[in-house]
């Protein structure tokens, strides 16, 4: 997993809705043009999900994501933190750490 290229496209993304075990993102349109937008759908498309990750659902109208989560294996403090860090190191730390413990 590439967390420089995840960290990236934090620009194109907006915590719209966060409950402890749903979060909904807005996904900017501009997000289709840039390459590395398409290398991270095509690296995520070839990795499985966490079993913390309970539900997916993408609204391609309303450009929104909505991820329901298991909050034993993720704290929602976490996410907001994730979502709302202006450090990249920070944000690559955490998206890193809770990678490699939810495949664990």
Known sequence: MNFQNLSSLRKYLTLT???????????????????????????????????AILDTNVNIFTQTITIKYDTNSINP??????????????????????YHKLLA
């Open 17 to 51: 809705e966060h409950k402890a075990g749903t979060l909904k993102v807005k996904i900017k349109a501009s997000a289709l043009g840039d390459p590395i937008v398409k290398d991270c759908i095509a690296e995520f498309k070839n990795t499985p999900m966490p079993k």
């Open 77 to 98: 403090q976490d996410i907001d933190e994730i979502f709302n860090t202006q450090s990249e190191e920070r944000f690559t730390l955490l998206a890193e750490n809770y």
